[in-house]
């Protein structure tokens, strides 16, 4: 007899355990036949509860730090960063605004590296919104009636650099008027050029990957996707405004999906990591075998999380790396965890701790990691780590705190 027959009550848990999958948890994950393990972090130090990880105890990744912006005099904002190599230049782009954060008259800002370790002066990537500049009455307050620039990434694509950015009413998140807008990166006059509408009534969280179809992918909010869910969208092949949406069922039931990010798992399948707006103290994960066509319903893993945004990668060697806030209780420390199959992490280490630190995006190029992030939603920082560095994590026992 089925085993779900014989203990209709069985958890996931026993019910793995009976069928013969690997342990701990209910078995390791897999995109079709386990896609309900709730087993994203693993090893001998972790306790049986992660969310008592000995966050200050765990080991530092070495790398060589810069801040690129710090508007901490002004009192303004420096958020939403993204990295991008592109004509033998690092670039990195941010949220620059009056006050924290999000407010009326914010805009985009960018500078270039020829090595990730010196940045040129921060230029203007967008102009002021539209009537929202700072002869605006409203500029620098949360009003319907004034409008923001939102950064959302870099997209290298057929020889151009394009720069995404957002634009809506800054009362809350998001405005009727969302709109995801692209600009064009002009060598010969040194400026950014608006090409057009990307989507309507969409944000996306990072900028549009390949899929093994060899169509592009990015997540996307829409300005009332706290009550319908979050979605992909998937084209941009023929043209940068044609794309089909995919919604991802339960984003918004099961948990209060924010931010995705997702990536492609060795076996050519995706999966899609979500920070829980409903403050569970841990990530969700959802998986697709149709190249993004459908999702998995979302399920809780054991991996923390401090309600916070991430950012992950495949590295050139195979493995993955995922750069979050995973200690629940507050932004601090920012840290980095190590994968060998992109679903269960092994390694875990501190890249910046002692303050509030966050909104991270992870670059690989020329043997080194490029950890950009905000401090304090206030200043631009970039941390440069050689992928050596991460063979040095090492997390014993002691790490974690209350273990029995």
Not at 142 to 148: F, I, N
Not at 189 to 217: K, Y
Not at 334 to 361: E, I, K, M
């Amino acid at each position: 007899m089925p085993i779900s027959t014989a203990i209709p009550w069985a958890s996931p848990l026993l019910i793995g355990l009976a069928i013969g999958q690997d342990d701990p948890g209910s078995g390791r994950p897999h995109p079709s036949e386990n896609p309900g393990s709730p087993l994203m972090l693993a090893g001998e130090w972790v306790p049986d509860d992660p969310r008592r990880i000995d966050f200050a105890g765990l080991p530092r990744v070495p790398g060589r730090h810069v801040v690129v912006s710090d508007v901490r005099d002004r009192d303004g904002v420096n958020q939403h960063n993204y990295l991008v190599r592109f004509d033998d230049r690092y670039w990195i782009m941010w949220s620059d605004g009056p006050g924290v954060e999000d407010r009326v008259g914010q805009r985009v800002r960018f500078a270039t590296s020829p090595d990730g370790l010196s940045w040129s002066e921060p230029a203007d990537l967008t102009p002021f919104p539209p009537g929202s500049g700072p002869d605006s009455p409203h500029y620098g307050s949360r009003s319907q009636l004034g409008l923001r620039w939102i950064a959302r990434g870099f997209w290298p694509r057929d020889g151009s650099l394009l720069a995404l950015a957002s634009l809506d009413e800054a009362a809350g998140f998001f405005g009727p008027s969302l709109a995801l807008h692209a600009f064009r990166w002009s060598p010969d006059d040194r400026r950014w050029e608006h090409v057009g509408i990307v989507s309507q009534n969409a944000i996306n969280n990072f900028p549009p990957e390949r899929l093994p179809t060899r169509e592009w992918m990015m997540s996307r909010r829409t300005h009332d996707y706290k009550t319908v869910g979050v979605q992909f969208l998937i084209g941009g092949v023929d043209r940068i405004d044609r794309w089909e949406s995919v919604p991802v069922l339960g984003s918004s039931s099961s948990l209060s999906a924010e931010e995705p990010i997702w990536w492609t798992l060795p076996d050519g399948n995706l999966v899609a990591l979500f920070r829980d707006n409903r403050r569970s103290g841990f990530l969700y994960r959802s998986f697709s075998t149709d190249r993004g066509r459908s999702w998995s319903a979302p399920v809780r893993t054991n991996f923390p999380d401090a309600t916070s945004k991430l950012h992950g990668l495949r590295l050139d060697d195979g493995r993955f790396v995922l750069v979050s806030n995973a200690n629940p209780a507050k932004r601090d420390p920012l840290t980095l965890a190590v994968s060998d199959d992109g679903l269960v992490f092994t390694r875990l280490g501190v890249l910046a701790s002692g303050r509030h630190v966050d909104y991270p995006h992870v670059l690989e190029h020329g043997g080194h990691l490029l950890v950009a992030f905000s401090g304090g939603k206030q200043s631009v920082e970039v941390l440069k780590i050689p992928i050596e560095a991460l063979d040095q994590i090492e997390n014993d026992p002691p790490v974690a705190s209350g273990q029995e």
